[in-house]
């Protein structure tokens, strides 16, 4: 079986109980991406008087992918959502989008930290895998909101964990913004502005960043250019926007 353990944030967020109460109790929560069955596998961390162990279980409600010309790409965690997504070897003219998964923990805040208590096994919560989604691949999680790239359609998705427990159809759970090209990469500011990069090594859109408005600003729409191409990379950090171009970093 090859596992691929695509995120370690659920097990810093999701932790149940402290190890000195830990004996016989649900330490974390941890999912993980199963290439053979292009399916997501999860398991309760567990420490016993024989040591740690977690039992690999399927997950309830997760949709059927052809293992041949699908499979599973990045995934990210918030508020006990976890969202991941889906792309195929066609250009996502066979089935891509994203699926989305309530984990089963709950969050009881205490003054400055948090425990997470596993009530429930987790489930599928949405699932929207079509042939006019783009491909996504990159998957980012900028304050509580996810974003995702759908390559082929030259833009990106973004949605939340509230949009996403509240849908009652995945079609009205996220909004499609037009932005970047090939394959994308993205930053987000505040829910406000979004930098999503072109991907061209060469010619009129080497270089090219798509900064977009969203927010207060929607509706607004320019374009800046770092010094080459070849862009695949993009993040924020203290008020800073950085991009990955074909030579060395570029920040505004």
């Given amino acids: 079986m090859k596992i691929?353990?695509?995120?370690?944030?659920?097990?810093v967020l999701w932790i149940g109980a402290t190890a000195v109460h830990a004996q016989d109790r649900t330490v974390a929560r941890l999912f993980w991406?199963?290439?053979?069955?292009a399916t997501v596998r999860w398991g309760d961390l567990k420490k016993?008087?024989?040591?740690?162990?977690?039992?690999?279980?399927e997950l309830t409600g997760f949709p059927e992918l052809d293992i041949a010309e699908q499979g599973l790409v990045q995934m990210h965690a918030d508020s006990g959502i976890v969202l991941l997504s889906v792309?195929?070897?066609?250009?996502g003219t066979i089935g891509s989008g994203w699926i989305a998964i309530d984990s089963?923990?709950?969050?009881?805040?205490?003054?400055?930290?948090?425990?997470?208590?596993?009530?429930?096994?987790?489930?599928v919560l949405l699932s929207h895998i079509t042939t006019d989604q783009g491909n996504p691949a990159h998957v980012y999680r900028y304050g509580d909101s996810f974003v995702l790239?759908?390559?082929?359609?030259?833009?990106?998705?973004?949605?939340?964990?509230?949009e996403?427990?509240?849908?009652?159809?995945?079609?009205?759970?996220a909004t499609f913004h037009s932005g970047g090209n090939g394959h994308i990469t993205l930053a987000m500011i505040n829910h406000q502005v979004a930098y999503a990069t072109w991907i061209a090594p060469a010619g009129d859109d080497c270089g090219r960043v798509d900064v977009i408005g969203l927010g207060r600003n929607l509706g607004k729409h320019y374009s800046i250019k770092c010094p080459t191409g070849l862009l695949h990379g993009a993040t924020e950090n203290s008020g800073k926007v950085f991009f990955a171009p074909a030579d060395g970093v570029c920040w505004i």
């Fill in 4 to 11: 691929k353990l695509t995120f370690l944030t659920v097990l």
């Fill in 33 to 37: 991406q199963d290439d053979s069955e």
């Fill in 48 to 57: 016993s008087a024989a040591g740690w162990t977690i039992q690999p279980q």
């Fill in 87 to 91: 792309n195929d070897h066609a250009d």
């Fill in 104 to 123: 089963g923990a709950v969050e009881e805040p205490h003054g400055n930290h948090s425990h997470w208590r596993f009530k429930q096994p987790p489930q």
């Fill in 149 to 162: 790239a759908n390559d082929k359609n030259n833009g990106f998705t973004i949605t939340n964990a509230k």
């Fill in 164 to 173: 996403l427990r509240s849908a009652k159809a995945p079609e009205s759970a």
